[in-house]
């Protein structure tokens, strides 16, 4: 089924699936995968924004992911919904379709796509590591890889979760009388980061921002345990003394986190290994946790899956596509609109204003001389 | 290495004073000797070993990185030691991780071109979070917002002694200060005071407001300039030479000059200026000098350091510090005399009869070089610290601009939520210029009311940073203003702060650089 072979397919991959101004599309079964704009139909990979949008007609996603959309969209979330489990294999026009686990939050999926013995993976969004609260994602042959670079640069390894967590539960043992507010994505970082607090042992409850209530609700509900979450409306300042809470990554450190005793800012990101993003969000502790791969995650997945031609869809392209080429493989960069290019969302690229750049007015702290 | 690396990487991240404090409490409570000892030493600046050069890195990663990916990584990163430490690739099987101890002895004895083959070995052990310690370390530049007093201060709540017994027993103490630990966990009684050339906390004074002055009696007080210049304390004993910066820091390798003039054996109390045919250069140009490893001679002869001399401690062996103020000047005047040390002279004494009279003499000083006066009553000892009543620093009365609010960036810490740091600027043209920023001067009510403004007239954003509708007036407050070739405005104001919040007043109204530059002292 697969061809490894340097010749190529009798129908090249790009002559059935093309990239339009809506986004991936697949001719021969009439669909798009992840449409930016409202589609007939649509294959969704995982529930995030920029992935999963409102306004389809029909859609085509695993069960949880649709379970999601409901959650977010409402009636919004498309006017036919069609659940695919794992594995199971569906037909739509002349191209065989399976959703293979992605890793990268609950229900997310990677694509399988066949046409006349052509097999195109496209991965969404993925990582390698293990997440208590997903599947794991899992390699499958393929003749075209489409892949995101989100971390896409050899700058970005993540550590191991738990010794991030191990930070965390540290600071708050240092810390008695401060609370611990941390940013995270509202779909998935936040179901993960608190998964990963109780596995380490950690049984008091958790508090939550209310925009994180609605997908912990139904993460529990889908059976993942996330032990006692508390909303963090309506409570005294001291109910916050030695606790933790979760919110979005835009509250942390603005006027919402004003309710908390003299919160140490923790941030749950990749992004957060670079000194720079976290100092510039006032970010006191940086969590690098990434639903994300990183750069071996990327370059591992793209030897698993033994491609012999790579399409990457958002991220840091260039790099990858570099490396992929330097392995001998065909790589391009499908220039896709409408990714999120930080991969988690709320996470701005921060340009630099103009401002006045030195402080003239203080007197230098001493022994800061430049480095490097 | 792990312990010291998280505790590098924690003290980078936390802004509050406490926190840093509380972070090195920590690290002395759960590292053994000797390791807290020399991590103790790479905080306080008191490591000496052969150091590394960043271009002698970068060859380094080049051998093991792809160098196009090097170059992109680089360009998001934007900071040489952190991209080496992140992209490293990892070797399987790598050497056992180094402890902070051995990095530090190795180097103490290896010649620089060994060094990378080390490094080599070493960054191959380490995680990235070590690798960046690691760099920073051996590159000679720790930066990380401590400096050693702040160091010393956490080991002294740490060991719940006073700071000043620590920075009396310091310097009769080396690396990995075993002593010293001992005694913090009670286990042995406190060092011996040292003999050579530590430093002595220096005494510090008390703002004056206006309005306090006529409850002092003027007879018993001195005055003298308060000259703009970094304090300083010069000590030479037995032969060795150190110059401390208020804060204990030594700074001596940056002011070669001033050291070579150190040929006596005492321990005197100053300030650092940069002197021109006797006159004082604006405080920018002892900024070229600051913050430096090593001078080129070019800076030596273009930024020439000198001393003026406000009060003696020692005098060969002899403390003075228990004489009254009075005393000590005479024997600082006599030693003086006696010693003539080069790039040295005496603050002068400013005789006067009334607070009149003297606040005239301050308002007259239109030199920039010329902060305000001190006061010192005849019989203070000289005491570490700020005591309330001997010494008194009288400003000179502030120059104030009426600027108009361009962007706000958040604060650190539990300024965090607020737009609290201010940029603003005064009209050229049509156009709205930057001239300098201010982040303290207003209540924390008007913090909430600056913000909730911010907040409401944001025109963009850039990260932390909002730019705001030209609507705002701020009347700012400088002690002077200066040129500056480092500003678009080309002017740099000292110790600019909001002295006003002019709600009332429409920015069209508000002054013109060219007010700014009329202030500007040669």
């Known amino acids: ?372 | 290495m792990k312990r010291f690396a998280e505790l590098i990487d924690s003290l980078i991240f936390t802004p509050s004073r406490n926190g840093k404090i509380r972070l090195m409490g920590d690290y002395f409570t759960h590292t053994p000797d000797p390791e807290r000892g020399i991590a103790l030493a790479a905080l306080t600046g008191g490591l000496t070993f052969t150091d590394a050069k960043p271009a002698a890195l970068r060859n380094l990663v080049m051998t093991r990185v792809d160098p196009v990916l090097y170059g992109w990584s680089y360009d998001f990163v934007g900071d040489t030691a952190e991209t080496i430490s992140l992209i490293w690739p990892p070797r399987p099987g790598a050497n056992r991780e180094p402890t902070l101890t051995e990095v530090v002895e190795t180097l103490a004895e290896t010649k620089r071109a060994d060094v990378p083959k080390l490094v080599e070995r070493w960054l191959d052990a380490l995680d990235a979070q070590g690798r960046y310690a690691l760099i920073k370390l051996i590159t000679g530049s720790l930066r990380i917002g401590v400096s050693a007093r702040l160091a010393k201060t956490a080991l002294a709540e740490w060991g719940g002694q006073p700071v000043d017994d620590i920075e009396e027993v310091w310097h009769g103490l080396t690396p990995p200060y075993l002593p010293l630990f001992a005694w913090l966990e009670g286990r042995e009684e406190r060092p011996a005071v040292g003999e050579g050339a530590g430093f002595r906390p220096l005494m510090l004074a008390s703002p004056l407001e206006d309005v306090d002055i006529a409850a002092l009696e003027a007879s018993i007080y001195r005055a003298e300039w308060k000259w703009d210049g970094i304090r300083v304390q010069l000590v030479a004993r037995g032969g060795e030479c150190r110059i401390y910066s208020r804060t204990g820091d030594d700074i001596g390798p940056a002011f070669p000059d001033i050291l070579d003039a150190m040929e006596f054996d005492a321990v005197l109390d100053g300030e650092l200026l940069v002197l021109r045919d006797g006159v004082v250069a604006p405080f920018n140009d002892l900024q070229q000098r600051l913050n430096r490893k090593a001078v080129t001679g070019k800076m030596l002869l273009d930024y020439p350091a000198y001393v003026r001399l406000y009060d003696i401690l020692f005098e060969g062996p002899e403390d003075l510090r228990q004489l009254g103020f009075e005393e000590r000047r005479q024997r600082l005047e006599a030693w003086y005399a006696r010693t003539t040390p080069r790039r040295m002279d005496l603050s002068p004494m400013l005789p006067f009869e009334t607070w009149d009279e003297l606040a005239e003499l301050r308002n007259g000083a239109r030199e920039n070089a010329i902060e305000g006066l001190m006061l010192k009553r005849f019989d203070s000892a000289y005491v570490a610290g700020r005591p309330k009543g001997p010494w008194f620093k009288w400003k000179r009365g502030a120059l104030t601009l009426d600027t108009v609010l361009m962007y706000a960036q958040r604060g650190h810490g539990k300024r965090s939520s607020f737009y609290s740091d201010y940029t603003f600027g005064a009209w050229k043209g049509d156009d709205l210029v930057p001239v300098g920023k201010a982040y303290s001067g207003f209540t924390d009510e008007e913090l909430g009311m600056l913000d909730r403004w911010v907040r409401n007239h944001t025109t963009k954003r850039y990260g932390p940073v909002r730019e705001v509708e030209q609507g705002l007036v701020l009347e700012v407050a400088f002690d002077s203003v200066h040129r500056s070739t480092r500003h678009k405005s080309g002017v740099a104001m000292r110790f600019p702060r909001v002295s006003r919040i002019r709600w009332d007043k429409p920015p069209h109204e508000a002054d013109r650089l060219e007010t700014l530059e009329r202030l500007i002292v040669e």
């Not at chain 1, 029909?58 to 069609?82: E, H």
């Not at chain 1, 999120?340 to 204003?353: A, I, R, S, T």
């Open chain 1, 1 to 372: 089924m697969t061809s490894s072979s340097a010749l190529p397919p009798a129908f090249p991959p790009e002559s059935w699936i093309k990239v339009l101004p809506q986004g991936l599309y697949v001719e021969p079964g009439n669909f798009f995968v992840d449409p930016v704009r409202p589609a007939e139909r649509a294959v969704i990979t995982h529930g995030h924004a920029d992935h999963a949008r409102p306004g389809n007609i029909k859609v085509l996603a695993t069960p949880d992911t649709l379970a999601i959309m409901r959650a977010r969209y409402g009636d919004g979330a498309g006017s036919s919904l069609q659940p695919l489990p794992y594995g199971e294999r569906l037909r739509i026009g002349e191209v065989d379709v399976r959703f293979v686990p992605a890793g990268h939050v609950l229900g997310s999926a990677q694509a399988v796509l066949e046409y006349r013995g052509c097999r195109i993976v496209v991965s969404g969004d993925y990582k390698r590591r293990s997440d208590p609260t997903c599947a794991p994602f899992e390699p499958v042959p393929c003749d075209v890889f489409v892949t995101e670079a989100t971390f896409g640069l050899p700058v970005f390894r993540h550590p191991p979760d738990g010794r991030e967590i191990a930070r965390l539960l540290h600071s708050v043992e240092l810390f008695p009388e401060r609370s611990h507010v941390v940013g995270a994505y509202a779909l998935g970082k936040c179901q993960r980061v608190i998964a990963l607090i109780r596995r380490a042992g950690y049984d008091k409850p958790i508090f939550l921002h209310g925009a994180h209530i609605p997908l912990c609700n139904l993460y529990r509900e889908l059976g993942v345990d996330l032990g006692e979450l508390v909303p963090a409306t309506g409570l005294k300042k001291d109910a916050f003394v030695g606790g933790i809470v979760m919110a979005p990554p835009s509250a942390v450190a603005d006027r919402w986190a004003r309710r908390l005793p003299d919160p140490v800012i923790c941030m749950a990101s990749g992004w957060m290994t670079v000194r720079q993003r976290a100092r510039q969000r006032g970010v006191e502790l940086p969590l690098v946790i990434s639903d994300h791969a990183d750069w071996d995650e990327l370059c591992q997945t793209i030897e698993d899956v033994g491609a012999p031609e790579l399409w990457v869809t958002h991220g840091r392209e260039e790099a990858l596509v570099h490396h992929a080429t330097g392995r001998g493989i065909r790589a391009r960069a499908l220039a896709l609109v409408g990714f999120d290019e930080e991969g988690q969302g709320e996470l701005p690229d921060v340009e630099h204003p103009p401002t006045h750049d030195a402080n003239p007015g203080t007197k230098p702290g001493l022994g800061q001389g430049a480095l490097l």
